[in-house]
């Protein structure tokens, strides 16, 4: 069974960097193609970035381009969210997603890419 389970969140000032961590367990991450989502409140979740296994191409939507750095960790066997610069709009609940079959990387920016899920951790940027 594959788990994600998000930490790091929390309530922090603009400008401030963040750094969102996912530990996975049932899988390796080398194996999987992975991604960050977020759901502002009462909006549809959206995607943030991913690391693909192709080749370990990273994907970002362009709101978090040169701010948010998508990165993997073998040896611990998790994934990370560098938030620098956040900003007040970028409030939201961030989930965690890895997708193991062959096609996961092929839309990297797709929820139906992904086969399991975190249950996300707030993130609140104060202005």
């Known amino acids: 069974q594959v788990q994600l389970v998000e930490s790091g969140g929390g309530l922090v000032q603009t400008g401030v960097s963040l750094r969102l961590s996912c530990a996975v367990s049932?899988?390796?991450?080398?194996?999987?193609?992975v991604a960050w989502f977020r759901r502002p409140l009462g909006e549809e979740r959206e995607f943030v970035a991913a690391?693909?296994?192709?080749?370990?191409?990273?994907v970002y939507a362009d709101f978090v381009k040169g701010r948010f750095t998508i990165s993997t960790d073998t040896a611990n066997n998790a994934v990370y969210l560098q938030m620098n610069f956040p900003r007040p709009e970028d409030k939201a609940v961030y989930s965690c997603?890895?997708?193991?079959?062959?096609?996961?990387?092929?839309?990297?920016?797709?929820?139906?890419?992904?086969?399991?899920w975190g249950k996300g951790s707030q993130v609140t940027v104060s202005s």
């Open positions: 997603a890895a997708g193991i079959r062959s096609d996961s990387s092929s839309y990297p920016t797709l929820l139906e890419s992904y086969d399991y």
């Open positions: 049932g899988r390796s991450v080398s194996s999987a193609a």
């Open positions: 690391d693909t296994r192709s080749g370990r191409r990273t």
